[in-house]
């Protein structure tokens, strides 16, 4: 069940006008071999940038086999639009960028991506707090934005 309310004032989410946080979106597979090299410059990159840089490892194409099958029923969709071309690869924010035609693009392109991603101003802030009542395994999410 949701159940969405409208709030009059701000209550937690700010209202200073904040830059953009970066998604790097890294298509990889159990299988490849060049791939710990890109996770090491994806996890670089996060932790440089804590709190702005959220990871996603997405398992697809021939590297991404069936034991252990960490494959979702999107990954072959989401790889497509990048018109993904080789392994390790990934997206920024899912953003064409400066002088190329595709999402997609290679690990050594995704610091200089990820940086002008962080330095553009967002369009909205956005907060969120929850809460878990593990009992009734009943979620409460209150999201506001600005």
């Known amino acids: 069940m949701f159940v969405f309310a409208a709030l009059s004032a701000q209550t937690f989410v700010s209202?200073?006008?904040?830059?953009?946080?970066?998604?790097?979106?890294?298509?990889?597979?159990?299988?490849?071999?060049?791939?710990p090299s890109g996770h090491k410059v994806v996890n670089n990159i996060t932790a440089a940038n804590k709190g702005r840089v959220v990871p996603i490892n997405i398992h697809v194409g021939s590297y991404a086999v069936d034991n252990p099958?960490?494959?979702?029923?999107?990954?072959?969709?989401?790889?497509?639009?990048?018109?993904?071309?080789?392994?390790?690869?990934?997206?920024?924010?899912?953003?064409?960028?400066?002088?190329?035609?595709?999402?997609?693009?290679?690990?050594?392109?995704?610091?200089?991506?990820v940086s002008?991603?962080?330095?553009?101003?967002s369009y909205v802030n956005v907060a969120a707090k929850s809460t878990l009542n593990s009992t009734t395994r009943e979620l409460t999410v209150t999201v506001e934005v600005y």
Do not use: W
Request: aromatic share 8%.
């Open 116 to 121: 002008t991603i962080l330095a553009e101003n």
């Open 15 to 35: 209202t200073t006008p904040a830059k953009k946080n970066a998604v790097i979106e890294e298509f990889t597979g159990v299988n490849c071999g060049n791939c």
């Open 69 to 113: 099958n960490y494959k979702t029923p999107y990954g072959s969709a989401i790889a497509d639009q990048s018109n993904l071309g080789g392994y390790p690869n990934g997206t920024v924010n899912r953003h064409i960028f400066a002088g190329k035609t595709k999402t997609a693009m290679s690990v050594g392109d995704f610091s200089s991506s």
